[in-house]
């Protein structure tokens, strides 16, 4: 009976991402394509990968946690949260809203910290080249220890495209905000490479679940080798406006986007996401650290 309750709760949690990510495309350039949204599994193999890796990140990101969490603290007790009708400090900026809401408070210890995070990973075939797969994931496993360390909702979507004419476009949910499971860990050592990638449809399935937080920094980091292509005639100009589009639409929104380049279209995601939103991931090795850092600075 316990293992019968298990398979449905699975299967409401895989009908309620395919459902939420087809209603969040089907205003878009993307509707029509034939879009999965899978909940991996882990295996025996994944637990052993993630042990071997996290042995080797976790004194760099545990040295990390220890410098941040005292500037977190302070975040917490005396940082002051907007949009109040009564409160403590008034803000004189809020009256073009005309809603009443002009005051300010200062957050309660209890509350979750500012910021939340989603990692976008490019699963597409080109990431099995020269050790990029594996620096993908040791930057996942490291931001996912950091951000659950510090108490930071994180969401994490890998995807490809083409997998069949069935499935246009795949989308792996490794961990989810509104559901956390610790064995979400053991899921990111399944990140592989596949095949194609549709990059501005992942990227707003992605931004519009982080839209619908409260927290005041939205920051969406996509890591990537290279230029979006997917059938059909989902590559150039056409694929590289319909990014633009997505990403101005959501920083209108407040979604913060930054692209982590570990590839050799370095020049191209620069000239999609704009210089402010460029890194330039030259060395591999210490992709996992870097991007912890710079995830920390947001708070």
Do not use: W
């Amino acid at each position: 009976m316990l293992k019968i309750s298990k398979e449905k709760e699975k299967k409401e949690i895989r009908r309620k991402l395919n459902q939420d990510a087809r209603e969040i495309d089907s205003n878009s350039i993307h509707k029509g394509v034939k879009l999965i949204v899978h909940r991996p599994d882990y295996t025996p193999e994944n637990q052993q990968e993630y042990f071997k890796l996290s042995k080797e990140l976790m004194p760099v990101v545990s040295e990390i946690v220890r410098k941040t969490l005292p500037l977190l603290e302070y975040e917490i007790t005396s940082e002051f949260s907007g949009s109040h009708y009564y409160g403590s400090k008034f803000q004189a900026g809020s009256l073009a809203y005309r809603d009443l809401k002009y005051f300010a408070k200062k957050r309660p210890p209890t509350e979750v910290p500012s910021l939340a995070v989603g990692l976008r990973i490019d699963e597409s075939a080109s990431m099995s080249a020269f050790g990029r797969l594996e620096a993908a994931k040791r930057a996942v496993l490291a931001v996912y220890e950091f951000c659950q360390a510090c108490r930071i909702p994180i969401l994490i979507y890998g995807d490809t495209a083409d997998a069949s004419k069935l499935e246009q476009m795949s989308v792996f949910a490794y961990a989810g905000i509104d559901r956390v499971d610790s064995a979400d860990r053991f899921r990111l050592m399944g990140i592989s490479a596949r095949s194609n990638n549709r990059d501005g449809m992942a990227l707003r399935i992605i931004a519009e679940k982080l839209n619908k937080l409260t927290q005041h920094t939205r920051l969406l980091i996509s890591i990537s080798d290279g230029r979006p292509k997917a059938m059909d005639k989902y590559t150039g100009e056409y694929a590289v406006m319909d990014m633009q589009q997505t990403i101005a639409k959501y920083e209108r929104k407040g979604v913060k986007f930054l692209a982590a380049a570990i590839g050799q279209d370095k020049d191209v995601i620069c000239r999609i996401y704009g210089k402010e939103r460029f890194l330039d991931i030259t060395d591999l090795k210490e992709f996992p650290a870097r991007l912890v850092r710079i995830i920390a600075r947001y708070l």
